[in-house]
């Protein structure tokens, strides 16, 4: 089993930034994938940024040259840098990890772009 433990996010001005870490514990041999996926109200769940145990990483169309996503397996941490807020990104984030061939999941951390 693999447990995550989510940090960051809250309430964040327009423009501003904001960086969420994700951390996994348990008896872990390799994270073969660590993401971030969000889901805002009415909304399905949608992968926001992804990365690969070999580096390579996707993103969601709306956040590339905004967000950058990276990973530190020395600590088991996916971390997600957020800059150039803006209020269509409010929304729940959920850490995603692959380990083993099974999937887990965060609580989620809210994060609402407001003035």
């Known amino acids: 089993q693999v447990q995550l433990v989510e940090s960051g996010g809250g309430l964040v001005q327009p423009g501003r930034s904001a960086r969420l870490s994700c951390t996994a514990s348990g008896r872990i041999f390799n994270l073969y994938f660590m993401g971030w996926y969000r889901q805002a109200p009415g909304k399905q769940r949608e992968l926001v940024a992804g990365?690969?145990?070999?580096?390579?990483?996707s993103y969601l169309g709306s956040v590339k040259g905004r967000f950058t996503i990276s990973r530190d397996d020395a600590k088991n941490t996916v971390y997600l840098q957020m800059d150039s807020l803006e209020p269509e990104d409010t929304a729940v984030y959920y850490c995603?990890?692959?380990?083993?061939?099974?999937?887990?999941w965060g609580q989620g951390t809210q994060v609402t772009v407001s003035s």
């Open positions: 995603n990890v692959v380990h083993q061939g099974s999937n887990y």
């Open positions: 990365i690969f145990s070999g580096g390579s990483t």
